[in-house]
């Protein structure tokens, strides 16, 4: 069992930046790979980064590539989210998710169904 839990979210204006930090608890969070998503009102939850358990492989999807940054800390059981250069069309809830399958593919990382654990959220709203 995992229980994650999200923070970091908040008010910016757009072009600014935020790092969303999602701590784990259990003691076998670096055997997990780890996601982020997001959910704006009236969208589905959308795959935005992947981490595998070891930091070697990541995964992004096009909206965010370039713009945000996955990062792990196993010794702190903790995952990030950096995110530049925000926009207004980035206002969500960001969630961070728990897989144990540690060999999937980007495309299998991809889909929330493929995730066993989910935090509660953390909201971020950009300004124009």
């Known amino acids: 069992q995992v229980q994650l839990v999200e923070s970091g979210g908040g008010l910016v204006q757009a072009g600014g930046s935020l790092r969303l930090s999602c701590r784990a608890s259990?003691?076998?969070?670096?055997?997990?790979?780890m996601g982020w998503f997001r959910q704006a009102p009236g969208k589905e939850r959308e795959f935005l980064a992947a981490?595998?358990?070891?930091?070697?492989?990541?995964y992004y999807a096009d909206s965010v590539k370039g713009r945000f940054t996955i990062s792990r800390d196993n010794a702190k059981n903790t995952v990030y989210l950096q995110m530049n250069s925000l926009t207004p069309e980035d206002t969500a809830v960001y969630y961070c998710?728990?897989?144990?399958?540690?060999?999937?593919?980007?495309?299998?990382?991809?889909?929330?169904?493929?995730?066993?654990?989910w935090g509660q959220g953390t909201q971020v709203t950009v300004s124009s």
């Open positions: 998710a728990a897989t144990s399958d540690t060999y999937g593919s980007g495309t299998y990382f991809r889909n929330r169904i493929n995730y066993d654990y």
């Open positions: 259990g003691r076998t969070f670096s055997m997990y790979t």
């Open positions: 981490i595998s358990w070891s930091g070697g492989r990541t």
